[in-house]
């Protein structure tokens, strides 16, 4: 049943084609594909310019909430979940991430985008275990 | 030296517009994403239609390089070059996804709440940088 209360079309869709663009640019300009994890994960294992260009690039996703809060109040974030299980959730993103060579971003949106099979089958599997994983913490436990 | 600085900054305003799509689309929410993936319950779609809007944009964009001989500040196009359904594609992105379904926070999300100082939001990328660096680790001693 669709929660029509929460269903947002109008802003997910706008947010969704800034997150496109943001995409769209970080390609055209600089070549390269906007994959927070790899990117993340570079700025440990490259370096010089290559280096360089990644802090820029998390710098950015860092900064954003400041450059929104110019403009307007920074919307309410609800995050469940004590430190504990933060963490393990956080060790698990990480590991699946780097293991599986990309997250939501560098699958989810630039490797669709490429039609890549690759991408479209990680996509999946990390839907299908998101989703079972959510059904089961709130259903069955 | 000059292109550098100039690279960074394209890549500094990409990512700024990366977080402020994700806060307008509600993704960083983590309760949000949650209610996107809980589909047997209160469904909210919203994140598909985040999804479609990202891919059909970049979709263009991607389209538009295969004619171009490089890009726009003069790099090589970075084209992944894996095709391959690998194991670790596979166990991987299972792990990801247990670790996005258990709290709604995947790294994009993550970093722009980190940002705003939320600590919940630094301890999943503290913890986050610890398993990227873990796999990064033991992959380079596998291959050694």
């Known amino acids: 049943m669709i929660d029509w209360s929460h269903f947002t079309p109008e802003s997910a869709l706008t947010g969704g084609l800034m997150i496109g663009l943001a995409c769209a640019l970080l390609w055209l300009l600089n070549g390269r594909i906007a994959g927070i994890s790899g990117i993340t994960a570079g700025t440990f294992t490259s370096s010089g310019s290559e280096r360089q260009w990644r802090l820029a690039f998390v710098l950015g996703l860092l900064l954003s909430s400041w450059l929104w809060l110019m403009l307007a109040p920074l919307p309410v974030a609800e995050v469940t979940g004590n430190y504990g299980l933060l963490a393990a959730a956080g060790l698990l993103v990480g590991i699946g991430a780097r293991l599986g060579s990309g997250c939501t971003s560098g699958h989810g949106v630039c490797g669709l985008a490429r039609l890549s099979m690759r991408s479209l089958v990680a996509t999946l599997t990390f839907m299908g275990v998101a989703v079972a994983t959510v059904f089961i913490v709130r259903h069955l436990l | ?144």
């Open chain 2, 1 to 144: 030296m000059q292109k550098h600085w100039i690279l960074s900054l394209s890549a500094f305003i990409c990512g700024l517009l990366f977080g402020l799509g994700l806060l307008m689309a509600g993704m960083a929410n983590p309760a949000k994403v949650l209610g996107f993936l809980d589909v047997t319950g209160l469904w909210d779609p919203s994140l598909a239609l985040v999804m479609l809007g990202a891919i059909a944009v970049a979709f263009i964009a991607f389209r538009l390089s295969k004619k171009m001989p490089q890009s726009l500040l003069n790099t090589k196009f970075s084209w992944p070059e894996a095709t391959a359904i690998t194991r670790p594609l596979l166990v991987g992105s299972a792990l990801f996804g247990l670790g996005w379904g258990l709290v709604g926070l995947c790294p994009g999300p993550a970093l722009v709440l980190a940002g705003t100082g939320s600590v919940e939001g630094l301890i999943f990328i503290v913890f986050m940088l610890i398993g990227i660096r873990l796999v990064d680790y033991f992959q380079a001693k596998q291959s050694s």
